[in-house]
């Protein structure tokens, strides 16, 4: 489930299927195709509990425990890609089901058609990971440089775009080393490493653009209106897997940690498995845990359920022992530690003032639609006021109420 | 899994909160608070530190009835605003002030400057600050004048209650023709007021009394008399980022410069000693350091942007300003912050910073 339609199974129960076989087609454009992460039989098509608290239809496949190199599916041959096309090489990420990485799983191929109008100059990868405890695409940096860096100039010649800036945190001295050798050693013209000021929200696409091309992303619009486009380091090696190794996307790099598990670490997860056999396979104490995110403390969702899946988009699973933030909020004391902590310089207080009295209007007159939910705001509350618990609701209102008006 | 599946917490992101809490901002203002209340006991004895137990209790005490007997909810003095504003409200009285008054003031600023509106968070004005005006419009006589008299702990008196040492208050007394006694009841500002504007006192003599203003070695307010302990505390307090620059240094610095620019002395250069005496006392006497760093920062009444704290800390020093130029006060800093705190929801309601994305606005 991620923005745009859902996707159409195309298999039935008792199909046997193959690892990286197509199971679901995307339906339409902004949509992706699903495929089987693990072969198997498949044993159900239901709905199952889906991590952002829904119910969501899934196919469930029951693995053969037959070896998997055999019974792996892959995408047919392509050849040296810096023959093809850019509509070939576009078709074939879309084809392979690569979204975003990054938390959104947007469609790959939809961010690389941008409208004729908006010219694209920049090409920036995301290797921030300003999330606290995920070090995912760190590793991924580190073990996978020559694929992700490969995958970068295959998306570059998809836009036809000759820079590329490849931002990461200084608080990863080493990834920035191994990246910036494996871009001389390649001989990859075009790419540069930046290396960010260690400031959460860094990752944060915004933030990101404006660091490195002191360019701003006008209120309502998207990076693309700033003449750049933002891909997850995870996206890049994604693109690469899909055009020269013919893999479609099946698993992730998934960091597993927190206060009960006791093998904690980044691991290379199927796409589809249970949250429960993850934790399980971590060595997990099940007792103590209180509180399970997907993605990083700061921005992360809250699990309802074990039995949901890992998706495309999950790179952290946070096991918490403690259920933070208390119920217990306090008076608004006006200390403006949230104005200061924003990095889109908006007064939340006021924005969970209005929001509290019903106020939406005024809550969109003050800009509570540019919240980026960073959680920065909340985080630095003395009185720990659930500040964008409130924002949400009031973006919730907005859109609903512009919808109605359309 | 069993029926006795454990439920998992859920709640908005984000799940983790910085160590920062109204307790711990208010135990540093206290502790902020301890070098100018030892300066005080030191320089007016031990019945300063009594004056200050008894705000402190009162207003515990009045905020425990309201809240739990009243309000019937529970008790907030584990947040410790009230110690705060039982200490703020000592710091603005003088140390012979009878002990009643100022149990009556202690209710007045928590129980009508703070919790007819409804505790912390709420009120609008500074508590403190409410409190102390109210006794000065009820009971004037005990606020201002004879009330002054000091005698310092062991058995000190201060050199003299205007700053300026005895001898040239003697001087001073030959020179104008002013009784010494009159002159030795003043404040600094009072003397300031009496002495230079209307006998034409040498202007340089006043640098004198520089050395005791800021040690603590003049009369006033418990609180206000040492502007070293209060730069001590002032700076514990930059330190902790409970305060910014922004507020002290803005309405220090205006005030400085509307003395310095109207000096009020008749023919002198603005870089002449002259000129600039002026501007170093008033910022070192009446109280202003105490009311820039410890009144007008009080979170809940100011601004809660940047540039409105820097508006707030304007306009403060301009009422100062007025008020000591051409009112009848020696004061004017408690009047100066709780007009601005009246200001403050307008200058919130416009002053808004500029958003990202926005025109000029940048990440």
């Known amino acids: 489930m991620h923005i745009g339609s859902p996707a159409k199974p195309i298999v039935k129960v008792g199909d046997e299927v193959r690892r990286g076989e197509l199971i679901a087609e995307a339906t339409g454009f902004v949509s992706s195709p699903v495929f089987a992460s693990i072969p198997g039989k498949v044993t159900a098509i239901s709905d199952v509990d889906h991590p952002l608290g829904k119910k969501s239809p899934a196919i469930e496949i029951t693995f053969h425990g037959q070896d998997e190199e055999e019974n792996s599916y892959y995408m047919p041959d392509l050849g040296e890609w810096q023959k093809l096309s850019k509509e070939d090489l576009l078709k074939r990420v879309q084809e392979a089901g690569v979204v975003g990485r990054g938390g959104a799983s947007f469609p790959t191929h939809v961010k690389l058609t941008p409208p004729p109008d908006k010219k694209i100059d920049t090409l920036i990868i995301n290797g921030a990971e300003c999330e606290p405890y995920l070090t995912a695409d760190h590793r991924l940096m580190l073990e996978r440089a020559e694929e992700f860096l490969t995958g970068t100039a295959i998306v570059m010649r998809i836009l036809e775009v000759s820079k590329a800036y490849v931002g990461i945190e200084k608080n990863k001295p080493d990834a920035i080393r191994v990246v910036q050798k494996k871009i001389k050693e390649l001989n990859m013209a075009g790419i540069k490493v930046i290396p960010l000021e260690t400031k959460y929200p860094q990752g944060g696409e915004k933030q990101l653009i404006y660091a490195i091309t002191k360019r701003v992303v006008p209120s309502g619009g998207l990076p693309m209106d700033a003449g750049a486009v933002v891909q997850n380091v995870g996206t890049a090696h994604s693109v690469y897997k899909a055009v020269v190794r013919g893999k479609s996307l099946c698993y992730r790099v998934v960091t597993v940690t927190g206060c009960c598990v006791k093998k904690p670490g980044n691991y290379i997860i199927p796409v589809g498995v249970p949250i429960r056999e993850v934790l399980e396979y971590a060595d997990t104490d099940m007792a103590s845990v209180k509180k399970v995110l997907l993605g990083g403390p700061m921005m992360g969702i809250a699990l309802a359920s074990l039995e949901a899946p890992i998706i495309k988009s999950t790179s952290g699973i946070l096991v918490l022992s403690k259920t933070t933030p208390s119920i217990q909020e306090h008076n608004c004391i006006n200390c403006g530690a949230c104005v200061e902590a924003c990095p889109i310089h908006l007064i939340p207080s006021h924005l969970s003032k209005y929001v509290r009295k019903n106020r939406f209007d005024d809550a969109e007159n003050h800009n509570v639609l540019d919240c980026i939910e960073c959680g920065s705001c909340a985080y630095s509350c003395p009185s720990k006021i659930n500040l964008v618990h409130d924002i949400r609701l009031g973006k919730n209102r907005v859109i609903a109420k512009r919808k109605k008006e359309q | ?363």
């Open chain 2, 1 to 363: 899994m069993g029926e006795e599946q454990k439920l998992l917490h859920i709640s908005s992101s984000p799940h983790i909160r910085d160590n920062s809490s109204v307790p711990n901002i208010m135990r540093d203002v206290i502790i902020a608070l301890l070098p100018a209340l030892a300066a005080g006991v030191y320089f007016f004895g031990m019945r300063a530190l009594i004056v200050t137990i008894v705000a402190v209790a009162t207003s515990m005490l009045t905020e425990q009835i309201i809240t739990t007997k009243m309000l019937k909810r529970t008790s907030p003095l584990g947040d410790m605003s009230a110690i705060v504003t039982g200490l703020l409200l000592a710091f603005n009285l003088p140390v012979s002030i009878p002990l009643p008054l100022v149990a009556v003031g202690a209710v007045f600023a928590i129980g009508v400057a703070k919790w007819t509106f409804g505790g912390l968070g709420y009120n609008f004005i500074n508590p403190a600050l409410a409190g102390r005006a109210f006794l000065l419009s009820s009971s004037m006589a005990y606020m201002t004048g004879a009330a002054f008299r000091a005698t310092g702990t062991f058995g000190k008196v201060p050199v003299s209650l205007s700053g300026i040492p005895q001898e040239s208050a003697q001087e001073i007394a030959d020179k104008t023709g002013l009784a010494v006694d009159a002159i030795s009841q003043a404040t600094p500002l009072a003397a300031l007021g009496s002495i230079v504007e209307k006998a034409h006192f040498p202007v340089l003599e006043l640098q004198d009394a520089f050395a005791n203003l800021f040690w603590g070695n003049v009369g006033g307010v418990i609180g206000e008399t040492s502007v070293f302990a209060l730069l001590l505390g002032g700076g514990y307090l930059l330190w902790r980022r409970v305060i910014g620059f922004g507020i002290p240094l803005t309405y220090i610095g205006v005030t400085f410069l509307l003395f310095w620019i109207f000096n009020g002395i008749e023919g002198a250069s603005l870089l002449s000693s002259a000129a600039l005496t002026i501007p170093f006392y008033h910022i070192l006497s009446g109280g202003l350091i105490l009311g820039a760093f410890f009144m007008a920062t009080d979170m809940v009444t100011c601004p809660i942007t940047l540039k409105g704290q820097i508006i707030f800390a304007i306009g403060c020093g301009v009422f100062t300003f007025i008020i000591r130029r051409f009112g009848g006060y020696p004061e004017g800093v408690s009047y100066s912050i709780l007009l601005m705190n009246l200001l403050t929801p307008l200058i919130d309601r416009y002053v808004r910073p500029t958003v990202y994305g926005t025109k000029g606005g940048k990440a």
